[in-house]
Every structure is written in C-alpha cells, then in structure tokens.
C-alpha cells in the first residue's frame, strides 16, 4: 500500500473487489468486496514482486493489482465452492 492512505485503500480495495466480482461472476456485500480488493492487492502485489513486474504506483496501480488478486481470490474461491 505505498502510497495509497487508508481511506484510499479501502474505496479503492471495494472499487477493485466490485469491478472482480462481476467479471467472475460472484457477487459479496460492500464489506467483503472491500477486503476482497484490499487482500487481492496485498496477494497481486507479491506475486508481482516475486516475479519482477512493476505495476504504477498510487491509487491506479493498487486498483490494478487489487483488480488482479481480486480476480485470484474469487477464482479460487469459485472452484472451492463447486
């Protein structure tokens, strides 16, 4: 989260965990679309740095990497489910 306040983190973690839920087609309260995004940017983020890519930095890369993780998280959790 460098860069990005909390109050950021958290409309931005919700925009990413909303914008991830449609796409994937699961769909959770505003709660849990705002830890969905702020835990997928955290996962995206490591995985990211582990594997050398470098996304913007400031609110638009952690939409973009909660976006990601988002996408991640949801995924796995759509096959747990089946």
């Not at 998280?73 to 747990?80: N, S």
């Amino acid at each position: 989260m460098e860069g990005v306040g909390w109050i950021t983190a958290i409309i931005v973690g919700g925009l990413a965990g909303w914008l991830a839920g449609i796409l994937i087609g699961i769909r959770f309260g505003v709660l849990m679309n705002i830890v969905i995004g702020i835990v997928g940017a955290v996962i995206a983020s490591a995985i990211f740095a582990r594997a050398d890519i470098y996304v913007a930095s400031g609110w638009l890369g952690y939409l973009v990497t909660g976006f990601i993780g988002s996408c991640i998280l949801l995924f796995l959790a759509k096959l747990v489910r089946r």
